[in-house]
Structures are given as structure tokens and as C-alpha cells.
């Protein structure tokens, strides 16, 4: 019985990676695709995004390590094990091995599949190796943390006590960065959720984590296998490594490029992006243009869409270049969006829909218009489908209450909505004409 038991733990590995290979990948995705409009099309964020699929990757890799450690002890074999002549590593190797290659295969998928989706629509670079090297360290450790969670915990209980431990380390760095309000701790863990817009993480902040991780890792299952000598070696290395992790933990480099200002120079009207978003200035021009093409009869000369609305002075403080505009240049704000991020790598039409409705046409100049911003916003998100609550982006507030509430905007929309479609596009043309001849100080009749 013993016998067959030994047997088939020994020819398990192959399922062991197969499983937490499927079980990584999965999750990977899970985590990294629906965050997609933070990192598509820019190859920083996008190297960095491959690291949040290490949280469940780790808890994963840790409760497979536990699962192998404990399989003896659970299966009532662990005497003849430690009888026989077969040393631990060569008892255990194998299904900690399955259990790596199947993390790392797992943690390739992902970034395989962002690198994919990210190429078509980046404008230069590639996948930082250097991002991805606490990913690989965070392997290490996951499997090490498991490995002793299955050697001391009881056999049956290891694989879930192994799972919590790398969540409850990430909650502990966490925790403790609130704690002290600052950011040290979280520079500690493998994943990372760091904007790279206009910052990057220091080379050696990512090359001392991957190593305090691996060295970490090797140190505790050196000594869980009983291997002294490479147990206070990988201890040495993982204390200094700890050293240098602690010294660059919550720096940032900033990259004043990425701050100067790119504008199309073309078209009316011009659109204005940094070189942070350049990648997503064909797709902003794209939906601008929609946009204005169901409002025939807008006065777009000497106007500029940027989407944010310190764009041009965050460019000349850190390059000290800005663009060379017409002097009376109107500046419109139409955010770059997806979700609940702004800026974004991509972007949400609706979402965007509704910003360029409140940027074009929900404004008050304070002079006597046909039509108040209320209204013509009102209208824009009924001829476009959108609601009229409030539920289009945090912040917005309801229009549809508003004007409910005012007589004055009551009335108005009922005349406006006695006019034929195409005399409602007309009336709001005007109202933004009247709009921007008052913001620019020109004469609005």
C-alpha cells in the first residue's frame, strides 16, 4: 500500500503543473485584462501590469507547495520516506519544480497576451525585462513560504494556511504604508500598481526586490531540505539584498519627455496631448471627429481640445517648451477615459461621449443665452443614448433633476423639444458659438 502510495505521489508532477500552470494563467488574466484601459498601448505600464497577476499567482504557488510538502504526512507514508535512502530534495524536487514551471508558464501567458494587445497600438518600446524580474523573484518566494506552511502546519490544513500567508504579507505591507503614510513596505512585495505615465521605478528598486525574493525563497527551502550551507548563504544575500531594497523603497524617477506637449497641426480644431498619451492621439483625434460630427455648424477655428486642463503648464515647467498657439486660442478639456481612470491608455466612447457633451455644452459664460448648459447637455445625452442621472462619471450629477427643478430650464427644453431634429442641431450650434464668442471675449452676436 505504502509502496503504490510513494509511487504515485512520485509520478504527480506533471499534474501539479498542468493545473498550476491553468490555475495561473487564468487568474493572471482575470486580474490584468479588466484593468486593461491603465496599461494598453504603453509599453511601461504595460511591463508593470504583468505583475498584478502575482497576488493570486502567489497564493496559488504557495497552497500547490504546501499540497506537495504535506503529501507524504497526508498520505501516511512520511516514515518510509525518511527510512529510505532518497535525500529530501530529491523526494520533494520534482513536485516543487512542477509547481515552479507552472507558475512561470502561467506568468509568460500573461505577458505574452498584454504584450500582444498593447503592440498594435504602442508608439515605441518594448517589454522591460526589468519589470518583470520581481515577478519572477516572487516564484521563489510564493513556493518557499508554501513549502514550510507544508512541513510544520498539519497536512490537511497546510494547503489553505500556505495560500493565505502571500495575501496576508501584501495586506501587512499595505496595512503598514497607511499606517505611516508613506510608501516603503508596498515596494517590498512583488506587485505593483505604480502609474508610469511620467514616473518609472528605479533599475535597482527592481533588481534588489527580484533578489530578495529569490534569495528569500532559496534560503527557506534550503532549510526546510536540510541543506545548511546554501540555507545561510541565501539568508546572507536575502539580508543584504533587503538592505538595498529599503534604501531606493519609494523612489521615483520622473521623465520630464514625457511631459512635453504633442499636437496635431493639421486640422481644425487641433488636438493637444503629452508625450506620455502621443499613443492614443490618432484614437482622441478619431473620437473627437464622431463627436463633432453629429453637431454640424460648430465653430471649431481657434479652438484646441486637450484633456487635461494643466497640460500646457505641466509642459513648460518640466521641458520648458509649449506649443506655439494663435493668441485668443479657446482651450477645451475633453478627458482621455475608460471606466473610472482618467487618463486612460484607451478609450470608453460612451464615457468619452459624455465628457465632450459637458465640456462643449454644459458651460456658463454668465451672458443670456437661447439655451442653458443644462439643457443643451441634456440634449446631447438624448440624442447619444446616455442617461440623464448622473450615472455617466462619478461627479457628474443629474441634469435631468437639475432642469426639473428650475421653471426657467423646464421651459426651455420644451421649446426646444418643439423644434425638428435638425433645428435642434442648428439651435445648439449656436449655443456653443455664443459659448465660445464669450469665452474669448468676442462680440456673441
Not at 506537495?68 to 518510509?80: K, S, T, W, Y
Request: net charge negative.
Amino acid at each position: 500500500m505504502n509502496t503504490k502510495l510513494i509511487r504515485t505521489y512520485i509520478r504527480t508532477p506533471l499534474l501539479v503543473f498542468l493545473l498550476v500552470g491553468a490555475a495561473t494563467t487564468a487568474q493572471g488574466l482575470m486580474m490584468v485584462l479588466p484593468k486593461r484601459e491603465t496599461w494598453v498601448g504603453h509599453w511601461p505600464a504595460t511591463s508593470a501590469s504583468v505583475s498584478h497577476a502575482v497576488l493570486f499567482g502567489a497564493i496559488i504557488a504557495s497552497a500547490a507547495a504546501a499540497w506537495v510538502i504535506a503529501g507524504p504526512r497526508r498520505g501516511r507514508f512520511q516514515d518510509l520516506l525518511t527510512g529510505s535512502s532518497r535525500p529530501p530534495a530529491a523526494v520533494y524536487g520534482y513536485g516543487l519544480i512542477a509547481v515552479a514551471a507552472g507558475n512561470l508558464v502561467g506568468y509568460a501567458i500573461v505577458a505574452v497576451t498584454v504584450s500582444a494587445i498593447t503592440a498594435p497600438e504602442a508608439v515605441r518600446g518594448h517589454l522591460d525585462v526589468l519589470e518583470l524580474l520581481p515577478v519572477l523573484g516572487s516564484v521563489a518566494a510564493a513556493i518557499a513560504v508554501g513549502a514550510v506552511a507544508g512541513r510544520v502546519m498539519p497536512p490537511f490544513l497546510a494547503p489553505a494556511i500556505g495560500g493565505v500567508l502571500p495575501y496576508a504579507g501584501y495586506a501587512a505591507a499595505t496595512y503598514a504604508d497607511v499606517l505611516f503614510n508613506r510608501t516603503l513596505f508596498m515596494d517590498l512585495v512583488s506587485m505593483d500598481y505604480t502609474a508610469r505615465e511620467h514616473f518609472l521605478r528605479p533599475p535597482e528598486l527592481l533588481i534588489a526586490k527580484a533578489v530578495l525574493a529569490i534569495a528569500l525563497g532559496v534560503a527557506l527551502l534550503s532549510w526546510m531540505l536540510g541543506a545548511r550551507g546554501v540555507w545561510f548563504g541565501a539568508g546572507l544575500v536575502a539580508g543584504l539584498a533587503l538592505s538595498a531594497t529599503l534604501l531606493v523603497a519609494g523612489v521615483r524617477i520622473e521623465l520630464p519627455a514625457t511631459y512635453a506637449v504633442a499636437c496635431t497641426s493639421d486640422r481644425q480644431p487641433i488636438l493637444c496631448v503629452d508625450n506620455a498619451y502621443e499613443h492614443v492621439l490618432d484614437d482622441y483625434s478619431h473620437h473627437i471627429d464622431a463627436e463633432l460630427s453629429k453637431l454640424p455648424g460648430l465653430d471649431m477655428s481657434g479652438v484646441v481640445f486637450v484633456p487635461e486642463e494643466n497640460l500646457l503648464d505641466l509642459s513648460k515647467r518640466h521641458t520648458g517648451v509649449v506649443p506655439d498657439l494663435e493668441p485668443g486660442t479657446l482651450m477645451v478639456v475633453v478627458p482621455i477615459v475608460d471606466g473610472n481612470t482618467n487618463p486612460a491608455h484607451s478609450i470608453d466612447p460612451a464615457l468619452f461621449t459624455a465628457n465632450f457633451g459637458v465640456s462643449v455644452l454644459h458651460q456658463d459664460c454668465g451672458t443670456e443665452l437661447e439655451f442653458s448648459g443644462p439643457v443643451a447637455y441634456e440634449w446631447w445625452l438624448e440624442l447619444n443614448e446616455l442617461p440623464t442621472d448622473g450615472s455617466n462619471f462619478p461627479g457628474e450629477g443629474s441634469v435631468r433633476s437639475q432642469i426639473d427643478a428650475d421653471p426657467n430650464f423646464a421651459a426651455q427644453r420644451q421649446r426646444l423639444a418643439e423644434l425638428t431634429p435638425t433645428q435642434q442641431q442648428a439651435s445648439i450650434a449656436n449655443h456653443w458659438n455664443n459659448l465660445k464668442s464669450c469665452a474669448t471675449g468676442a462680440d456673441s452676436r
